[in-house]
């Protein structure tokens, strides 16, 4: 192949890889809002649209590298091996674990003499290395650099054994395709790393716009949005109760001991009360709708 082949397989490889990991995130997404709304909604049913999106790829990759021509075929290989590794991370489960593999050996099956039964045993083992970092990840996360050398030590495994074993695939080749498929892992992480940063300012400031800065629990705002929304749906479920308190003499406290004083009283008032509610039912939601005012 030429210097511009080289350069369009990595490239394919990379863009490939981003956007469909950009699709299962749109997947990802849709589903968080259907649990979010459902709330009897298990595991299983939370993950299936994950787990179906993943093998629905990998099996069409798979159909596509039957008929692909030799620079594609290697592409599609690529692409269909780091989808493998990288949904190891995504999806929890033992048993969404075992469908992928499944869906792997089947990838390895499609590819015909160009992988075999030993390059998937080797290759399920990598993928269980991967995925056993659901086990040991919080030791690491301060370190995140250490969540690619496990992938990247398998891409070198993986290629090194596909080289020895197809004789159609040159060196140029082999390294070539290791270099998008570090690359286009890398670019994985990257963008994952920018997920969670962008995910903990959403939720940061997404607190501090539905919470009382000094109690810590639920502000007016929410009160008023939550209220509007459940007694809308008093047709569908009639299960609605409003209990509206204050504190006595408060105004007194505050000009007696001061204001600081006055601030202590409100927050230890309402750490105890949201602690009992907790405890009684961890439905029942808590507000702060005025000075000294909770609902």
């Not at 990595?10 to 956007?19: D, H, K, M, Q, S």
């Not at 459902?38 to 595991?43: S, V």
């Not at 405890?279 to 005012?293: A, S, W």
């Amino acid at each position: 192949m030429l210097i511009g082949n080289y350069i369009e397989s990595v490239f394919l490889v990379v863009a490939c890889t981003l956007g469909i990991m950009s699709a299962y995130f749109q997947v990802d997404a849709v589903t968080r809002q259907r649990v979010a709304k459902q709330r009897d909604l298990g595991r299983l049913k939370a993950d299936y649209p994950l787990v179906v999106f993943v093998c629905l790829v990998l099996l069409l990759l798979g159909f596509l590298s039957t008929t692909a021509s030799h620079q594609l075929f290697w592409v599609l290989i690529n692409l269909q091996a780091i989808l493998m590794l990288y949904s190891n991370l995504l999806l929890p489960t033992l048993s969404e674990f075992l469908i992928i593999q499944g869906m792997g050996a089947l990838m390895f099956f499609l590819a015909g003499d160009a992988l075999n039964w030993v390059t998937w045993l080797i290759f399920l083992v990598s993928c269980l290395v991967v995925y056993s970092e659901h086990w040991y990840s919080k030791y690491l996360v301060h370190r995140p650099y250490f969540f690619l050398m496990p992938p990247l030590i398998i891409g070198v495994v993986f290629w090194a054994r596909v080289y020895v074993i197809s004789p159609s695939l040159t060196l140029t080749d082999t390294i070539v395709n290791y270099i998008g498929f570090a690359w286009a892992y890398y670019a994985l992480w990257v963008y994952d790393q920018s997920l969670q940063r962008d995910q903990q300012v959403v939720a940061k400031l997404t607190h501090e716009v539905q919470y009382d800065g000094l109690t810590r629990v639920r502000n007016w705002a929410m009160f008023r949005q939550d209220f509007t929304h459940n007694y809308g749906q008093l047709s569908e479920t009639p299960q609605l109760a409003l209990v509206v308190m204050d504190i006595d003499h408060f105004k007194h406290i505050n000009d007696t001991y001061g204001h600081l004083v006055g601030n202590q009283v409100l927050m230890m008032v309402a750490t105890q009360i949201q602690s009992y509610l907790k405890r009684q039912d961890p439905n029942y939601k808590f507000y702060r709708t005025g000075g000294e005012e909770f609902a």
